[in-house]
């Protein structure tokens, strides 16, 4: 075949392709160049869901007379002229092909006046060469661009439009997020001749507010926080919400880069990490974030729809990202959400309170009074056999049934963290003489009092020893693992055995542990004794892998971390350690190294609301690596043998 020239409106169209989607697209491109241009009002009016007609106005610095005729060409812009421009983009448009490829498929009008003008000039495009037409025109300073009859000329293109309603709800779509992203801008949205939305410019933080809630809803700003980050010529700013401002879909997450909306893997991946601890695999965050970053770090030209970018140093971003989100989610909350395993999970010598201690229980109603509301649990993993199944079913019904019992059977029982309640419940009725419910018929003979008792006593503790975890049968109460070794049935408390794996991958054995350097070293602002006191245990810091500089006599830097503190919030994490090291260790004391590895294993231990069965054999998995031959077998907290005597004999009654 032959190679030729293609036509010019050949050429436009199927640059259209790219550019011009749907009328949304045609919105986009030209509010756009009217930011560009330095409006601070933009009007907005739809006919038929932009299919008919498209008109937006602004009160920019207008286009002179002698260069409309050049709008309208393909690839001419007034926004970048050199290779070194392209290289740091930093207005929104820069390929020049917007309103060449706009015409090339509608009836496009444009008219422009600038400030140095005293009447405007109106230029639109017909014939097959497209060539421009001007003429006079009304209109006050700034620019008009009107777009009729969007893909009259490409009918297999307009075909494919939806209806009014869906293609105007995707032109209310984006114009939210543009509303967000210029707060100092006021937008006016019509259409059909009625006025849909009016986003007056904010210039205060309640306006600021007002705004966001019109966008995003009432219920985004009460549980909104305010985040503010910035390091070097990176920077991030915006709103998120706490965990309650969550969503079961994906319509309220807004971000911008350089002032660009953006959808970008990088920076979703970035926030979703700094919430996989708060929220259920089924929510998604609330967020409107703004990243400034210097335009010679990101590539802006990588997807034709410009939705895209790319990070010179994308580690760096994510981290950043990461960081910022994190410390801010964790200074939102308080204590007890803060740090579950803190007050809620002891481990450990610091945090074995009895029973009774009132403080305790009032750590338990706050953690009971905190717990998110999960949705019902599913369904246990179904056991390979039918006595299992009863006994699990056993084993769940009395921990229930023991979660009701009063004062005299709480000081009988032994002393355990507030957060296994059922493993506390269940230790009660294994050591205490079960009797009948009050509230049920008394048997009226000794036999019957065998059976009934028989029928409803739980499995007894057995006094044997297991030498490994055995055979996993089945998940109980989504927290507590079932499991079999040498015909002897145990318990394991699954979130236990998880603050055993992350206790021994922070405890030095063979030597220090590996530092992961910060790509962000993190500035900490300390008082005096805190300073002193990182001066004293830096040598046992350096032996969990954490280092940390001096950078003055009130602010340390944080310049490494071993692996499972690289995704905690070192913000609050780090002053904490250095408060916990004051408090309980001594300079010389060779069980202080063995204390704060042991309270680190308490802060980065996360208790999920519940484990499958093959996440709880892959964590016994990495726990027979860590500990080889030596696994914390004796641990009464982690693994309880159950003695099914007194159920088999209910059956042979």
């Not at 199927?14 to 011009?20: K, R, S």
């Not at 305010?226 to 401002?245: R, S």
């Not at 929220?279 to 970053?293: C, G, K, M, N, S």
């Not at 000794?446 to 006593?457: L, P, Q």
Request: hydrophobic share 35%; net charge neutral; glycine share 4%.
């Amino acid at each position: 075949m032959t190679i030729k020239i293609l036509p010019a409106r050949l050429a436009n169209q199927i640059a259209a392709g790219e550019v011009v989607e749907r009328p949304a697209s045609v919105v986009k491109e030209l509010v756009e160049n009217s930011l560009d241009s330095g409006a601070t009002r933009i009007d907005i009016d739809i006919e038929k869901g932009g299919a008919k007609m498209i008109r937006v106005r602004d009160n920019g610095k207008g286009i002179p007379k002698d260069e409309l005729g050049l709008a309208l060409s393909r690839h001419a812009t007034s926004k970048i002229h050199t290779l070194d421009d392209l290289e740091a983009i930093i207005s929104l448009g820069f390929r020049g092909e917007a309103l060449a490829s706009i015409s090339s498929v509608a009836r496009l009008t444009l008219t422009s006046r600038p400030t140095t003008q005293e009447e405007a000039w109106s230029c639109y495009t017909e014939g097959r060469d497209m060539e421009v037409k001007l003429q006079p025109a009304a209109h006050p300073v700034g620019t008009s661009v009107e777009v009729l009859d969007l893909f009259f000329n490409t009918p297999a293109r307009r075909k494919f439009l939806k209806t009014e309603k869906t293609e105007f709800t995707h032109i209310d779509e984006l114009l939210k997020r543009i509303a967000l992203s210029r707060f100092d801008v006021t937008i006016n949205l019509r259409h059909n001749g009625k006025m849909i939305r009016q986003y007056r410019a904010a210039k205060t933080e309640s306006q600021a507010e007002k705004r966001i809630a019109a966008v995003c809803g009432a219920a985004f700003v009460r549980s909104m926080l305010k985040v503010e980050l910035e390091h070097n010529d990176l920077k991030l700013h915006g709103w998120i919400t706490t965990p309650e401002g969550a969503r079961q879909q994906s319509d309220l997450q807004y971000c911008y880069v350089n002032g660009r909306m953006m959808r970008d893997k990088l920076i979703n991946h970035a926030i979703r990490q700094s919430y996989e601890t708060t929220l259920r695999p089924d929510q998604f965050a609330t967020y409107v974030l703004f990243i400034e970053i210097d335009p010679h770090q990101v590539d802006v030209n990588v997807h034709p729809a410009k939705h895209e970018v790319r990070f010179h140093q994308a580690r760096l971003v994510h981290d950043f990202i990461y960081q910022a989100l994190a410390g801010a989610l964790a200074q939102s909350l308080n204590i007890d959400e803060r740090k579950p395993t803190e007050s809620a999970f002891h481990h450990g010598e610091q945090a074995q309170p009895t029973v009774n201690d009132s403080s305790v229980e009032k750590q338990l109603e706050r953690a009971v009074k905190n717990t998110p509301a999960y949705p019902n649990k599913a369904p246990l993993s179904q056991p390979s056999e039918v006595g299992e199944s009863r006994a699990s079913h056993e084993w769940q019904s009395q921990s229930r049934a023991s979660a009701k019992m009063g004062g005299s059977a709480r000081e009988r029982a032994p002393s355990a963290s507030p957060s296994h309640r059922e493993v506390q419940a269940y230790q009660q009725l294994m050591q205490t003489p079960h009797s009948v419910s009050d509230s049920k018929p008394r048997p009226s003979s000794a036999a019957e009092i065998d059976r009934t008792e028989a029928a409803s006593a739980p499995a007894r503790v057995s006094q044997h020893k297991a030498r490994e975890f055995g055979k996993a049968v089945c998940v109980v109460e989504q927290q507590y693992l079932l499991t079999q070794y040498d015909g002897h049935c145990f318990m394991l408390s699954i979130p236990r055995a998880e603050w055993w794996k992350q206790y021994g991958q922070l405890t030095p054995q063979q030597g220090p542990l590996t530092m992961q350097p910060l790509l962000i070293p993190l500035a900490i602002k300390v008082d005096a004794e805190s300073h002193q006191i990182q001066q004293q245990i830096q040598p046992l810091l350096l032996k969990l892998g954490i280092k940390i500089v001096e950078k003055d006599k009130t602010t340390l830097m944080v310049m490494a971390v071993p692996q499972p503190m690289r995704q905690q919030n070192l913000q609050q994490l780090i002053p904490d350690l250095l408060s916990y090291a004051a408090q309980k260790c001594q300079t010389n004391d060779p069980q202080s190294l063995e204390m704060i590895t042991k309270w680190l294993a308490n802060q980065v231990t996360v208790e999920k609301p519940s484990y499958t069965l093959s996440e709880a054999v892959q964590i016994l998995g990495e726990l027979e690596q860590l500990w080889h031959g030596q696994l914390p077998l004796d641990d009464s907290n982690l693994m309880i043998s159950i003695d099914f005597t007194d159920t088999i004999s209910a059956f042979k009654l």
